[in-house]
């Protein structure tokens, strides 16, 4: 079955840098691109970022366009978020995504905290 499991959150100070992993298995993870969403308390989870199938494609919320990078490795079955800059507003939980219509699969997340 289709497993995701998040890593790399944890406190970091604002200005600070995090680096998030996702590793994938349970299906052909070149074949699917990816995401990473987020999710704060009392909002709606959002859309971080995503990658396409090779990465030839990544895409930005607005709010961390310059500051995050989505990379993946077909190879690890990994889909990577760096982090910096980070500040106060991103503090929310972090989850991985693939979605395999009509299915959409999650990780269970991984807590970012930007706090002094």
């Known amino acids: 079955q289709v497993q995701l499991v998040e890593s790399g959150g944890g406190l970091v100070q604002p200005g600070g840098s995090l680096r998030l992993s996702c590793i994938a298995s349970?299906?052909?993870?070149?074949?699917?691109?990816m995401s990473w969403y987020r999710q704060a308390p009392g909002k709606e989870r959002e859309l971080v970022a995503s990658?396409?199938?090779?990465?030839?494609?990544?895409n930005y919320a607005d709010i961390v366009m310059g500051r995050f990078t989505i990379s993946r490795d077909n190879t690890k079955m990994t889909v990577y978020l760096q982090m910096n800059s980070l500040k106060p507003e991103d503090t929310a939980v972090y989850y991985c995504?693939?979605?395999?219509?009509?299915?959409?699969?999650w990780g269970q997340g991984t807590q970012v905290t930007v706090s002094s």
């Open positions: 995504n693939v979605q395999q219509p009509p299915r959409d699969y």
């Open positions: 349970g299906f052909t993870f070149s074949n699917y691109a």
């Open positions: 990658i396409s199938r090779t990465a030839g494609r990544q």
